[in-house]
C-alpha cells in the first residue's frame, strides 16, 4: 500500500461540472507529501476498509465528526489588498470620484510599511477564516509594500498571487501617489516579479507575482507596452480592470477608437493566465476575444451593484466559453466573505433575468436566459476561480492540492437549521451555501497544511 502523508475521512462536495455538484459521502482523501490528493477511495471501493485498519491510529488520519463536511477551499479572483482598511465605508461616490476622494489617499499610506503590516496580516487572516485558500492581490504601487503582502501570504500559508500595481501616467493619477515614470515603474514590476519567484522558492502552497497595470485609464502607452513584454518574459499572471463601468469603457475608447478589451489584447496583456475584473460592459467581439486568449473575468457582483451600476451577464458570457471566477473586489465590495458573493451572484443574475422596472411589463422587463443556481455561483468560488488561474485548485479531485475548509453545521454560535439528521445530503450543501458564517469554517487547509483553527487566535 502506497505510503500517503494524510489521509481525511469524510463527506466532501465539489463542482461535477459548472451546473451539479458531486456529492462524495464518507469518503477517503489521500495526499503525498506535497500536499496533493494522490488518491480518493469511495467507500465501494475494495481498498477501503483495508485503508482505514491502515492509517486509523496514525496521527495523520483525520476523521470529520459528526455535522461537518468538506468543501474546497475559495478562490478570490479580486482583492484590493490596502482598501480593507475602508471596507463597509466610502460607496456613495461613481468610480473616478471615490479614487481621487478616498482610495488613492489612503493607498499612499502604504509607503509605510509597520501600517502595511497591519492592514495586510490582518486581511490575510480574515480571508482565511472567511474560507478563501487562494487570493488574487492588488497591492500598490510601493514595491516593498507590495512584497510584504506576498510574505504575509506565505508565512499564514495562504496561497496569494500578488501585484505591485502600476499606475504612472501624471494626467490620472495624483503626484502624491503614482509611478514616477514608465521606465521606473516597469524596473520596479521586474525587480518584484524576480523577489516574488524567490521567496516561491520556500513556499510550498505557492506564491506568484501578478503584472498588473491598475487600468488602461492609469497608464500610459508605454507602461502598458511594457508590462505585457514583463508578462511573456517572465510568464506571469496578468490582472487588470476591463470594461467596468460606463465612465472607464467610454475613456478607453476615446483614447483609442476601440474597445478597452482589444487595447488590452493589442499590449499583450490578454493571455490564458489574465485574469480581467468586473468585465461587465464587454462587446460581443471582446467575449469571443477573451474565450480565444484564455483570458478570465473576476466577477465581483456586490461591487458591481456601486460601481459598475450594471449586472454582468454571466450565464450568456459563461455559455460562450469565457472562463469566470467570483472576487471580493475589496473595498468596492465590502465583504471579505465569497459566500456573501456567491449569493450576491444569484440574486443578481435574477433580478437581470427578471428585470427591475416595475413601469415595463413583465415580458419586457428582463434579459432571458439570465439567471445562475447556487451549484454554478459555488462552481464560480471553487473550480471556476482555478480553472481561471490555470491552477490545480478548487476540486477535490486527484491531482488536485488539498485546500479545504471543514464546516461544522452544528457550531454553537451558528448552529444550521437542519432538524432532520437523514437530511438529504443537497440539502445540506444548499444550506450551507446560504448560511454558513466563519464560526462554521473550523478548519482550513491549504496545500495539505492546517492554517485556521476554531480556538487557535481565531
Ligand atoms: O472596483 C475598483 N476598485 C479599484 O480600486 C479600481 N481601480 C481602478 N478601477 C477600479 N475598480
Known sequence: MMNYSKVFQGTAFTSKSAKEINILKDYLFCLDDRGMIAKIVSPEDDDYNAMIQEYQDNDHFHRLKEGEYFLPGFIDLHIHAPQWAQSGTALDLPLYDWLHTYTFPLEAKFADRTFARKVYEDLVHTLLKNGTTTGLYFATVHKEASYLLAEICADQGQRGLVGKVVADDPQQNPDYYRDSDAATALAETEEFILDVKELAKKTKQGVYPVVTPRFIPSCTDEALQGLGELAAKYDTHIQSHCSESDWEHGHVKERYHKTDATALNGFGLLQEKSIMAHSVFLEDNDVNLFAETGTAIGHCPLSNAYFANAVLPLAHFHSQGVDIGLGTDISAGAAPSLYDNAKQAVVSSRMLEDGVDTSLSPETRGVDGSRITINEAFYFATAG????????????????????????????????????????????????????????????????EKVVSQGDGF
Open 385 to 448: 476561480g482555478g480553472k481561471s488561474l490555470s491552477l490545480p485548485i478548487g476540486l477535490l479531485e486527484e491531482n488536485y492540492a488539498w485546500d479545504v475548509q471543514i464546516v461544522d453545521i452544528n457550531a454553537g454560535a451558528n448552529k444550521l437549521p437542519i432538524f432532520d439528521e437523514n437530511e438529504d445530503l443537497y440539502d445540506v450543501f444548499q444550506k450551507m451555501m446560504y448560511l454558513v458564517k466563519p464560526d462554521n469554517i473550523r478548519e482550513v487547509w491549504v496545500q495539505g
